[in-house]
């Protein structure tokens, strides 16, 4: 990667952009605050009307940005790679951005994972990517994720209570994706606490995230001492030529962008499950209703509700709106799947229909293994769930759920639910 100059180099030849007071930016909204947990469809459905299908956004520190929330618009800007970038060294707003911004981590000109590569080196990783994931058998999949939610439940079953997001949608995706990538069982509980810590932003965040790299540092290694037959191992072959600390990365990228959205897409799909009296009646009797509350949380509820993001690589119009060369675009998948020019009835079923662009569109969409393995792994854990505890229920009234605090991932701060205590000595 070229060495980028530091904010205080370039300040004075690029123009702050916008300048205060642009026009293209008034009436600007953050993209913060409670209105995102709370009632995301109402600010969507108010930007929307104010500013249609691309409006201005601004970002902590008041960095401005487009939030991309027409269904239309998004697929145009994840179609064309090549006037909407990932490449975050385009950004104009770099002079603007301060120390310790909180949204590093997640926007930065030093990442040098696959979700920020381009062209050719892009088309490569991706392709090795999505091969080792398609090499996954699906049914040593299902039994692997059928044992560790079994066991899970186990924890928990003679309770009578359980708290489902922390005790059980948290830890199962990680626990199988570390199965099938080859990483040792004996790592997989501290792993999951430091995945989840990382990604929580806690105060133990950065030795968090040390953990992690530490974890997949090792497997590297481990696997190219002694190759098995798992994903680890078929990214080590693909990726000759590459530097471990490449390979390194693109391991936590399959890790995380693997582990925190299929983990939401479980609790929002138990969510709606025991909230919605549309699946009430369905829910013990019709396994087919899993299946379709899985797929209407994706249309009104995705766990990855925006997504940092895409850069233009030169001047343009979009919806109407000016975009300058090097402005950064949000993509906003909550906005776009609820986007009335697709679904003007949201109280209507989405019957299987599964056009959503919850997993992205175009060359940096998510790998379609990679979606085949979060829907085995969140279709198992909710049906081994209502086959262990069939009388679950919510055990707080339904409006005092809580959303985690993020506008740019949809998903449950817990899941409290009650049900009858399997007999001690039983299953
Ligand atoms: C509910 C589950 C999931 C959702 C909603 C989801 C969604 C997404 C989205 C929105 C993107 C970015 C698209 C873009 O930038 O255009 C993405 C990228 C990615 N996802 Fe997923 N994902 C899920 C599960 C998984 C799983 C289980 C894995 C791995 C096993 C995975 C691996 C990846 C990778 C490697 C990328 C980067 C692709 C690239 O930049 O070329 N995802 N995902």
Redesign the pocket.
């Known amino acids: 990667m070229t060495a980028q100059p530091r904010p205080s180099e370039n300040a004075a030849a690029t123009p702050a952009t916008p300048p205060p007071g642009c026009p293209a930016h008034q009436g600007a909204r953050s993209l913060s605050g409670p209105g995102f947990q709370t009632d995301p469809f109402g600010v969507y459905g108010e930007m929307r009307g104010e500013h249609g299908p691309v409006a201005p956004v601004l970002l902590d520190g008041d960095i401005p940005g487009w939030l991309v929330l027409g269904y239309r618009e998004l697929h145009q800007v ?1 179609s064309d790679a090549e006037l909407f970038t990932r490449d975050a060294n385009q950004w104009n707003q770099w002079p603007n951005v301060p120390e310790n911004w909180p949204l590093a981590p997640m926007i930065s000109r030093d990442q040098t994972s ?2 920020y590569a381009t062209g050719e080196d ?1 088309q490569r990783r ?1 392709e090795a ?1 999505g091969e080792a ?1 398609e090499a996954v058998d699906p049914y040593e999949l299902r039994s692997q994720a059928e044992l560790i939610a079994d066991r899970l439940v186990d924890e928990f079953c003679h309770e009578g209570e359980a708290e489902l997001i922390a005790d059980y949608a948290r830890l199962l995706p990680e626990l199988v ?1 570390a199965r099938i990538y080859g990483i040792p069982d004996a790592e997989g509980p501290a792993l999951v606490q430091a995945m989840n810590d990382a990604i929580d932003g806690k105060e133990n965040a950065l030795e968090s995230y040390q953990h992690v790299y530490l974890v997949m540092r090792q497997l590297a290694s481990a696997k190219r001492t002694a190759p098995a037959p798992d994903v680890a191992s078929r990214l080590v072959a693909a990726y000759r030529g590459y530097s471990d600390e490449l390979l390194v990365q693109d391991f936590i ?2 890790m995380t ?2 582990h925190q ?2 983990a939401d ?1 479980i609790g929002n799909t138990l969510r709606l499950l025991l909230t919605d009296e549309r699946f009430a009646l369905s829910l013990s009797g019709g396994r087919h209703s899993v299946g379709q509350a899985m797929n209407e949380v994706l249309w009104e509820d ?3 509700a925006n ?1 940092a993001a895409r850069w233009a690589t030169r001047d343009t119009t979009l919806a109407g709106k000016h975009i300058r060369k090097g402005d950064l675009l949000i ?1 906003g ?1 909550h906005g776009a799947n609820t986007d009335p020019l697709v679904r003007p009835d949201s109280d209507a079923f989405t019957e299987g229909n599964s056009a959503f662009l ?10 379609h293994p ?2 085949e ?2 829907e085995t792994i ?1 279709k198992t854990a909710v049906e081994v769930l209502l086959d262990r505890l069939p009388d679950v229920r919510l055990a707080v009234p339904s409006d005092t759920l809580l959303w985690r605090p993020s506008a740019w991932v949809r998903g449950l701060s817990a899941l409290p639910v009650a049900f009858t205590p399997a007999p001690k000595g039983a299953r």
């Open positions: 994840t696959v979700v892009h991706a990517i994931l994706l990228v399959i962008a693997g959205p299929t897409w995705t766990p990855v997504l993509l998948f919850s997993f992205g569109h175009g060359e940096h969409r998510c790998p990679a979606q393995i979060a969140a």
